[in-house]
């Protein structure tokens, strides 16, 4: 039973919550069905899941212990709510080797739950109601629930026909009076689109050009297979309308320890600051210890972890491409989204159902990144080359029976 309290100090009794109460906001998200598929199969003891957006390596030991020490010394207090000084100093640190250009570890950084809290914060500081926000797509699902919380209007542009990437035509397509932002990520989830540093300047023109603020999600720049990450925030013009983000959730393969980055010009840093003073107070103190360790002595665990994806990208481009099923070769990150559904002539849903069902290999549907995900499916490479060898052979065969079912007799 639930008790209101109404104007005039009666009390009244309900049964039940009425949903139209609640938030619009939160009742027009969805959860995203990432483990759907996985979940259809999490009885079968032969079950291989390429679902999860996680490194399969253990955060390296060094960090760790780091995060021991700082149990056993007591480190287990509030921190300022900006994170430690010198994590962020190692922040700045760790971030001028890729840019060569400092960000200011007092004003200018700030340590997040996650980049997904960096993604929040930067929402709640930049969007007013009805501002609109480009999102290039498939997209990766933590942006459309960020804006929409902060009252922002996601608009989604489809970049299946340009090797999932946006072009500046299509951007400049996309922007109206109302767009604030452009979300950006460099490599993507789930496509693994790399831009070149040519293709970043032609974007940052169209966002001098027409003022617009960009989110630069460079949480997997570590993991980018080819040449050296470049970030849109170098290119003329951009610095002071970038918000870089990063995080040691993939590079670091430290999901659970939650620790992210924001680097943004001063005035945006301290409105995030406030929006994460009034959500979380700080990240985790003990988590702060272990992302410092991470990014003053553990410059190199990103490498392994990079070449064992990047040996997966080869065999599952090469398997996909032997079915006869089109596939871009991904740049970075752990995942290919190749058009497999779509090559049967199956919905992206159908697809993962028949596939989890008769072959007990559970992936991700296209449709879980925007309806522009429609055709595809999201298969990740972190996983050992065994288990990628054994789904891939489950999926030729698949593929194979799909095929034949599907072909007329006597074909
Ligand atoms: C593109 C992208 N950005 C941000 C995140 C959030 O990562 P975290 O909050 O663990 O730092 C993810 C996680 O999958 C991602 O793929």
Redesign the pocket.
Known sequence: MLKRYDGAGKVSIKGAIFMQELSARTRQLAFASMRRFADLVADEPDAIFLTI?QPHFPTPAHIAEAAKRAIDEGFTSYTPNRGILPLREAASAYYERFTGYRYDPGSEVLVTV????A?DIAMRALLEPGDEVVIPAPA?P?YEGAVRLAHGTPVFVDTRSTGFLLTPDALREAITPRTKLLIL?SP??PTGSVYSEQQLSDLASVCVERDLYVLS?E??AELQFAGSPVSISQMPGMRERTLV?H????SHSM?GW?I?FAFAPAPIAAEMAKAAQFSVSCPSSISQMAALEALTRGQEDSRPMREAYRANRDLAVRALRDMQVPVEAPSGAFYVFPALPKALGMTSDAFCEALAREAHVALVSGMCFTSYGEGYVRISLACSEQTLREALARMANFVERRRQHRAPHGA
């Not at 996650?114 to 809290?117: E, I, K, N, S, V």
């Open positions: 957006g996650g980049t997904t809290h993604i990766y933590g990520a993507a989830n999600d949480i997997y983000l995080g040691l959730s993939k999901t939650r992210g």
